[in-house]
């Protein structure tokens, strides 16, 4: 019953003025929907980051080939053929804490199968590169440490491949030229989808190491050593350990410089994460703005409501209300405005998340706690923003009012 009587008076007091008091919701609404929106695509982005993380793979070690400063000349990286197989079985056998290695040989060339062709990104990895960043199989099987031994003729291609050079045909079982040589397919990956760095990490081809050395490359090194440490807090003493057997091996004299760099990838997405959370606070201040002028704007709705029911106020005090029942009129019209604005805010801000989703191909991450909070915090914003004039009509002089022209 108590609720009745506050919120009606409230409404009908709102509905008089429709036209204001709507323009009045419609502003709290877009400050709610942008703030939805904002908080919706920062947890799409989130999302999406992680699970590039995750790509990665566990507990990541990347040593690349080439130091930043060799003999006093900063060539970078891959500028210098520094690591071989030897080093990676090194690593492996001397590493403890490192679980699992593949070296790296990679590059572009043209891919044909029949009447079809395709330019794609090689790579010349061991058996452990497919756990090392998480590939799994849709189709067929991985090549084993055999065929790395025997330099065989297989590969294992990815999704992008597949759809290019065979469309809705089998894939495992046929052959293909990689670069002229004959390949067979043994295996498709399933797919992982476009990386952060905008890379279509699908459009690939793995082979055994040593095929793409002696048979496509031609060389005698490899580009990266990737290996895997045993948890997440030996990553920095594993790069240790394989950055002491790479110097050992490569007989480097203390102060000499690197001739090969290591890399902890999880800092360049961490990196990511960082400049994308920094956008989001950023957005949402200025989504906030939009909140603070719609909060001005119950403000002045609000006084001029009060000054033009100043003879109201007078009757109503004359004739025996409190400056409490005043003050929670006021207070009840702002909640109203408030509420109103918040669910429609909260109903805008889902679908535009949604909408802004679709038409970009961005993951909207849209948080029904959050969505609640934002509806519940434009009711806050109304009546922080109403209670100055709710005031200001519980303590007017009751003959004033009623003098009130």
């Not at 699992?100 to 061991?126: E, F, K």
């Not at 002229?180 to 295996?187: D, E, F, S, T």
């Not at 082979?207 to 895997?228: E, F, H, R």
Request: glycine letters at 10%.
């Amino acid at each position: 019953m108590k609720w009745t009587v506050l919120v009606r008076p409230s409404l009908d007091a709102l509905l008089r003025n429709r036209a204001r008091s709507v323009l009045t919701v419609l502003g709290l609404s877009i400050g709610i929907a942008a703030v939805i929106c904002v908080a919706a695509i920062s947890g799409g982005a989130q999302s999406r980051i992680q699970h590039e993380l995750d790509n990665l793979g566990d507990n990541l070690v990347w040593i690349e080939a080439g130091g930043r400063d060799v003999n006093g000349v900063a060539a970078g990286t891959h500028s210098t053929p520094t690591l071989t197989l030897e080093d990676a079985a090194a690593i492996r056998a001397q590493s403890p804490l490192i679980a699992s290695v593949s070296p790296h040989l990679g590059g572009r060339t043209q891919i044909v199968s029949g009447d079809r062709n395709w330019l794609a990104t090689y790579h010349g990895v061991g058996p452990d590169y497919f756990d090392i960043k998480h590939w799994r199989l849709d189709q067929g099987s991985f090549f084993q440490a055999e065929d790395v031994t025997r330099s065989a003729n297989v590969c294992v291609i990815g999704r992008t491949v597949r759809e290019q050079l065979f469309g809705v045909e089998e894939a495992v079982g046929s052959t293909i030229r990689v670069a002229g040589l004959p390949c067979k397919v043994i295996g498709v990956l399933a797919p992982k989808g476009i990386a952060l760095s905008g890379d279509d990490q699908d459009d690939t081809i793995m082979l055994p190491v040593t095929t793409v050395q002696k048979k496509l490359a031609g060389v005698a090194w490899i580009n990266d050593v990737v290996g895997s440490a045993v948890s997440s807090g030996a990553i920095t003493l594993a790069t240790e350990e394989a950055a002491a057997v790479l110097r050992d091996r490569h007989r480097l004299q203390p102060g000499q410089a690197d001739d090969f760099t290591i890399r902890d990838s999880k800092d360049v997405v961490e990196a990511q994460v960082q400049s994308t959370r920094a956008l989001t606070i950023l957005l949402l201040c200025i989504a906030s703005v939009s909140l603070l002028v719609s909060g001005i704007g119950v403000m002045n709705v609000m006084l001029i409501s009060v000054t033009e029911r100043t003879r109201e106020i007078g009757v109503r005090m004359a004739v025996g209300a409190t400056e409490g029942a005043i003050l929670l009129q006021f207070l009840g019209e702002a909640a109203v405005l408030g509420l109103a604005g918040g669910i429609a805010g909260t109903i805008l801000g889902i679908l535009g998340s949604l909408i802004l989703g679709h038409a970009a191909n961005w993951p909207i991450a849209v948080s029904f706690v959050n969505a609640v909070a934002a509806g519940l915090f434009a009711t806050g914003i109304a009546l922080f923003f109403g209670a100055y004039p709710a005031r200001k009509a519980a303590r007017m002089n009751p003959v004033d009012a009623l003098r009130f022209e």
